[in-house]
């Protein structure tokens, strides 16, 4: 079973053009979050999706910044016009649905290799 | 409103010793609790989990914590040191159900031989 993918690994991007992350959660798994880490710092909340909704973005800046989750395919976070304050890990996360059956629901987050991102 | 506080950014050990990594939550709900390791330039790998079970997680790679209620502590600590654990360590709360997680900034670990 593939964990968490996203690609591409590494993205250069000059200031002013756009970027395209994806993500492909575990299989299974409809819940797909999306994180921002800058240098020396740990990972913030941007967004969080299910197929075909946003449930919650309120970690994601208001301006340049989008995210979706298809019913088909891969998550994307896109950042249009891209600014050098961009430059950062982007890491996606998916968990499962439904509650276990036995003990308390642990929703437990499985996280990707991330995309770092450079803007020039 | 739901935090981690990671009380030291750096620790620095000898290899063999014990490792302590301190870590304090606020929490308006009972919380699941994590601790997350990443090593240079890699995704996030998950140590251990506490989801109201038991108060003392074993994890993997010899990682324990404790979750104490009264202290709102929940400190990763491992008895022996090895060069392989020197990484960023976070400490992580999620509030409830399929909620955002909430990081702590993070401890770097370093292993000195």
């Known amino acids: 079973n593939a964990g968490v993918m996203q690609n591409p690994r590494h993205l250069v991007r000059r200031r002013g053009q756009e970027a395209r992350l994806r993500c492909s959660p575990m299989k299974g798994h409809s819940h797909v979050y999306w994180y921002r880490q800058l240098p020396e710092e740990g990972l913030k909340f941007m967004v969080y999706l299910q197929k075909e909704n946003i449930i919650d973005e309120s970690g994601m800046p208001k301006e340049r910044f989008s995210a979706e989750f298809p019913k088909e395919g891969p998550s994307i976070l896109r950042i249009q016009q891209v600014v050098r304050g961009d430059s950062a890990a982007y890491f996606c996360?998916?968990?499962?649905?439904?509650?276990?059956?036995?003990?308390?629901?642990?929703?437990?987050?499985?996280f990707g290799p991330g995309t770092r991102l450079t803007v020039t | 409103a739901q935090s981690v506080t990671q009380l030291d950014s750096h620790v620095s050990v000898s290899e063999g010793t014990p490792v302590l990594l301190r870590c304090n939550y606020s929490s308006s709900y009972s919380p699941s609790l994590f601790w997350y390791v990443q090593h240079p330039n890699k995704g996030l790998q998950l140590l251990l989990k506490y989801t109201s079970a038991a108060t003392l997680v074993k994890g993997i790679n010899g990682f324990e914590a404790e979750f104490k209620k009264s202290e709102t502590s929940f400190h990763l600590t491992k008895p022996s040191a090895h060069m392989s654990d020197a990484a960023e360590y976070f400490c992580?709360?999620?509030?409830?159900?399929?909620?955002?997680?909430?990081f702590g900034k993070g401890t770097r670990l370093s292993v000195i031989a």
């Open positions: 996360a998916s968990s499962l649905a439904a509650r276990t059956r036995t003990g308390p629901p642990s929703y437990e987050q499985y």
């Open positions: 992580v709360v999620s509030p409830e159900g399929n909620t955002p997680l909430v």
